[in-house]
């Protein structure tokens, strides 16, 4: 499983130290260099967990299973870079930096204590798959130094993650330090299993029934964190695409609405060069699509209109879809009258029924409206009321 999970993982923390770099290129805060090093050595951990590589470090240093070491170290450098982060973004950078000494501190005792316990255990070349299980086996107290100080850090980060959320600036630091603590879980898993590991080995027993599931929860707990950590930067630009989207989808529905009745008075349509924010042409749509309205008014029979408030009532619609049906109707007759040329003799007051009180209101009518306009009922009743109607193929 290591041979899909880890490359997956490294090519994860990759991305986000390539996004990370124009930040540092900008401004060079402890929280931006940090995170850039934090997604370095989350991309070594794993680089260093891939077979291939694991193979090739230990015959080129001749100490078998060196990238073990190289990686579970790594793992140690980035829970403190990600305390770096959390100190930073808390107590500012000089308050962080006196804070975080011991904390640094206690990490390097970590690794060196680690390295001797490795250095002086048994020497068992084990595939990525088998190392935790080995080091439970021939060093315990190495894997159990590793565990501790492991999952101490991941509890530190979550709690400090979670609170911090809570008075976090901006709306995607919030949502990225929540997802960031949502990883514990994930990351205890993992810790437990490993725990397991050492407890059957005592036994004499082996923790191979439940590998899978340490390593499945620690890439889970790498790639829920890096998505947390990432969604500071990420976030708004997807927001921003989202909106687009909308706008795009929203406009393409409106399109056929907007055709059908400015190509009726096509003096409506604005005479300004191409607008390139998708926002602003949806909303030039809109109130093209309601000065055509008024711009038909003349055109609208008062009766036809009594007929079409009287069809909807039969049809037990209510509230937008009423609204919209109504005006669909009398839209659908007023283009016949224009085209034949013979304006009512009693025009209606108002050629809108839904008075919607922002964009957003107005957005749903008018999505409502395109709908209506091309629907089975109103085609009925514009076939009875103005049989021209029917032959009108230009709105689909």
């Not at 980060?157 to 976090?168: E, K, S, V």
């Not at 602003?280 to 209109?305: C, G, K, N």
């Not at 919209?324 to 009693?346: F, G, K, S, W, Y």
Request: some cysteine; overall charge positive; aromatic content about 8%.
């Amino acid at each position: 499983m290591n041979a899909l999970l880890y490359p997956l993982c490294s090519v994860v923390a990759l991305l986000a130290l390539i996004c990370k770099i124009p930040a540092l290129r900008t401004g060079r805060s402890l929280t931006q260099t940090a995170l850039a090093a934090h997604f370095f050595f989350l991309f070594a951990t794993f680089m260093f967990s891939t077979p291939p590589l694991w193979t090739v470090m230990g015959d080129w240093t001749g100490i078998a299973d060196f990238s073990g070491l190289l990686a579970q170290s790594c793992v140690i450098v980035l829970t403190g870079c990600q305390q770096l982060v959390l100190l930073d973004l808390t107590y500012g950078h000089q308050a962080a930096l006196r804070k975080a000494r011991p904390r640094l501190l206690v990490l390097a005792l970590v690794l060196t204590a680690m390295s001797c316990l490795f250095l002086t255990g048994a020497s068992i070349r084990e595939a990525p798959d088998g190392f935790a299980v080995a080091q439970a086996r021939k060093t315990p107290a190495y894997l159990a130094v590793y565990l501790a100080a492991y999952s101490a850090n991941q509890v530190s980060i979550g709690l400090m993650g979670w609170r911090y959320a809570r008075i976090a600036p901006s709306l995607w630091l919030r949502r990225g330090l929540r997802t960031v603590a949502l990883a514990l879980p994930f990351a205890l898993a993992y810790a437990v299993v490993r725990t397991s590991d050492i407890v059957a080995a005592s036994l004499g027993s082996s923790g191979n029934p439940w590998e899978p599931v340490a390593q499945v929860g620690v890439a889970l707990a790498v790639i829920v964190q890096t998505i947390g950590w990432v969604l500071p930067d990420w976030g708004p630009q997807l927001a921003d695409a989202g909106d687009w989207l909308r706008y795009w989808r929203t406009s393409r529905t409106l399109a056929s609405l907007h055709r059908a009745l400015t190509t009726q008075v096509p003096d409506t349509v604005l005479d300004v060069p191409r607008i390139p924010d998708a926002r602003t042409r949806l909303y030039r749509l809109v109130i093209e699509v309601r000065d055509a309205q008024w711009a038909l008014r003349s055109w609208m029979d008062a009766d036809v209109a009594r007929k079409a408030h009287e069809e909807a009532r039969r049809a037990g619609l209510e509230g937008g879809e009423y609204a919209a049906a109504v005006e669909a109707m009398t839209l659908r007759c007023a283009i016949a009258a224009l085209r034949r040329d013979r304006p009512p003799e009693n025009t209606v007051d108002s050629p809108v029924v839904a008075a919607p009180g922002d964009l957003a209101a107005e957005l749903c009518h008018q999505k409502k409206l395109a709908k209506a306009m091309s629907s089975a009922p109103v085609l009925a009743f514009a076939d009875r009321t103005c049989p021209v109607s029917a032959s009108d193929k230009e709105y689909s």
